[in-house]
């Protein structure tokens, strides 16, 4: 999703994120850093160069709502919550936040009535997070409602007809 390049004294560190929390923090010791992911701007220090590019589109979204006092372990977690609650592509997720006019057909405008949440208003990674749960609460009251019909067609009196 997302690719950091870490610069310190004279390590370079490549890290791949999403990763677990431990893991970014083991990889930014290996060359020197003990300065916490929860306490490293996203967008570097002085000491500490920091570069992120994004390798799909939805990792440019997450950079473009990037601000001055986020976090490297909040983009982490902004990308962890994003892969957790996009199993499955992150199409439509990425057509709540922003309809894309080049494609066919807006891929979330078929559960915008699940919603309940309305749209963050945050700025950051905190927008992401907030938008996330979004998504996941709007998907998760699609498959009720799924469930529930689909509950309601087999209780119905089968016809006896279907045999012959």
């Known amino acids: 999703m997302i690719t950091g390049v870490i610069r310190y004294q004279r390590g370079t560190l490549v890290v791949e994120l999403p990763c677990k929390a431990y893991e970014l923090a083991v990889h930014l010791g290996s060359i020197g850093i003990r300065t916490p992911a929860s306490e490293l701007l996203a967008h570097g220090t002085e000491q500490i160069e920091v570069k992120l590019a994004a390798?799909?589109?939805?990792?440019?979204?997450?950079?473009?709502?990037?601000?001055?006092?986020d976090t490297l372990s909040g983009v982490n977690l902004a990308c962890q919550e994003v892969s957790r609650v996009?199993?499955?592509?992150?199409?439509?997720?990425?057509?709540?936040?922003?309809?894309?006019?080049?494609?066919?057909?807006?891929?979330?405008?078929?559960?915008?009535?699940?919603?309940?949440?309305?749209?963050?208003?945050?700025?950051?990674?905190?927008?992401?997070?907030?938008?996330?749960?979004?998504?996941?609460?709007?998907?998760?009251?699609?498959?009720?409602?799924?469930?529930?019909?689909?509950?309601?067609?087999?209780?119905?009196p089968e016809d006896g007809d279907w045999e012959r």
């Open 55 to 69: 390798n799909e589109s939805v990792g440019e979204l997450i950079l473009s709502k990037l601000r001055d006092s």
């Open 86 to 156: 996009c199993p499955f592509g992150y199409e439509g997720f990425l057509d709540m936040l922003c309809a894309r006019p080049q494609e066919q057909y807006n891929r979330y405008a078929f559960y915008k009535s699940y919603e309940t949440l309305p749209p963050s208003m945050a700025e950051g990674m905190k927008f992401i997070l907030e938008e996330t749960r979004r998504y996941r609460t709007t998907m998760e009251n699609y498959a009720l409602a799924c469930k529930a019909a689909e509950d309601e067609e087999y209780s119905q």
